[in-house]
């Protein structure tokens, strides 16, 4: 056990050699590659949420079925990952840790969608995003991973960044719904970046365990989460089947979170989750980009200043895992 948790544990050096060594390429050249997945997967997670809110447009929205149609796709691309295997199921103890990180992903996608229907957008938002906190927080327990000097400044530029621009009701003002409030929401939210940390440090535990496995224990249980929310959230109806707009971004949005979740899978195995978290943490900067020009709505100067400290938190954080890596 201390042996495996030892070559979990390393630092943005190690990881950036070991990788380099799977992918033949200069140290430099994969950690540059690694952080471009990472913020690919975000913009990506962005723009699914895009096609989302377009396929619900009339105000119902099929949770049940975008989620399920995720894990269906999520499936299928693991099977094409395995071809050749003998079993899609892996049974080494090493490999379950592909399960428990898909039943914690099971287990955020639910938080995530109840906090949306408990809080005002601004609350939910901020308070599921808390992950540059968390992510860290548990790499740190659970595997030791040390934490640079300069990471407190990206976290509270992120922080910063991301409250301001979401500009919730608890910092800015009382909403004009009140009944969206709830405690349950509240819990819900923090409940959902404290299972979306969780991912770092068991994501990290999957190395070494075959990519398709742990796409398809995250697809089973993210289908699994999609039943539980058509039976918890019974109020979202099924999609229109003669839609095709809906369906358009049905399958849309499929195809991005298995991109999404294969980067997403990635970077949490490869890239310290002080550097993961952070930027990460730029889907909300895209939301906001596609927000302003695809949905028309004009920016305030809050915003604009949120998402500025939110690419600030971006540089510092890749400047100091690039000079963590040199030393």
């Known amino acids: 056990k201390k042996g495996i948790m030892d070559a979990c544990s390393c630092d943005g050096a190690r990881l950036a050699e070991t990788f380099a060594v799977l992918t033949c390429a200069p140290r430099d050249a994969s950690q540059t590659l690694l952080l471009v997945v990472c913020l690919l997967s975000a913009f990506t997670y962005a723009s699914a949420g895009l096609l989302v809110q377009i396929g619900s447009a009339d105000g119902s929205l099929p949770v049940g079925e975008f989620t399920l149609a995720r894990g269906m796709l999520q499936i299928l691309t693991a099977i094409l990952l395995l071809r050749g295997e003998r079993e899609y199921f892996p049974r080494e103890r090493q490999q379950l840790w592909a399960w428990l990180r898909g039943a914690i992903t099971a287990a955020n996608i639910m938080l995530y969608f109840t906090a949306l229907t408990q809080l005002p957008l601004g609350d ?30 990206a ?25 969206s409030i709830t405690t349950l929401g509240y819990t819900c939210a923090l409940s959902a970046s404290l299972t979306f940390g969780l991912q770092y440090p068991v994501g990290r535990m999957t190395r070494g365990t075959p990519l398709g496995n ?27 089947p003669l839609n095709a707009t809906v369906w358009a971004c049905l399958v849309g949005q499929a195809v991005l979170l298995v991109f999404a979740q294969f980067g997403f899978i990635l ?12 930027l990460q943490i730029t889907d909300i900067f895209w939301a906001y980009v596609y927000q302003c020009t695809v949905r028309d709505e004009p920016p305030t100067w809050e915003q604009a200043l949120g998402a500025g400290l939110i690419v600030c938190a971006v540089l510092v954080a890749i400047y100091g895992n690039w000079k963590e890596s040199g030393e």
């Open 124 to 153: 939910a938002v901020v308070l599921t995003s808390l992950y540059p906190i968390t992510g860290p927080f548990f790499s740190r327990v659970f595997l030791g991973e040390r934490l640079p000097l300069i990471f407190p400044v």
């Open 155 to 179: 976290l509270l530029l992120a922080l910063a960044g991301a409250t301001t621009l979401t500009q919730p009701t608890f910092i800015f003002g009382t909403t004009d719904d009140a009944d």
């Open 214 to 240: 742990v796409m398809f224990a995250a697809g089973a249980m993210t289908m699994l989460a999609a039943l539980v929310l058509s039976f918890a959230l019974p109020e979202w109806r099924i999609v229109d």
């Open 267 to 278: 970077t949490t195995q490869e890239l310290p989750a002080h550097v993961g978290s952070v």
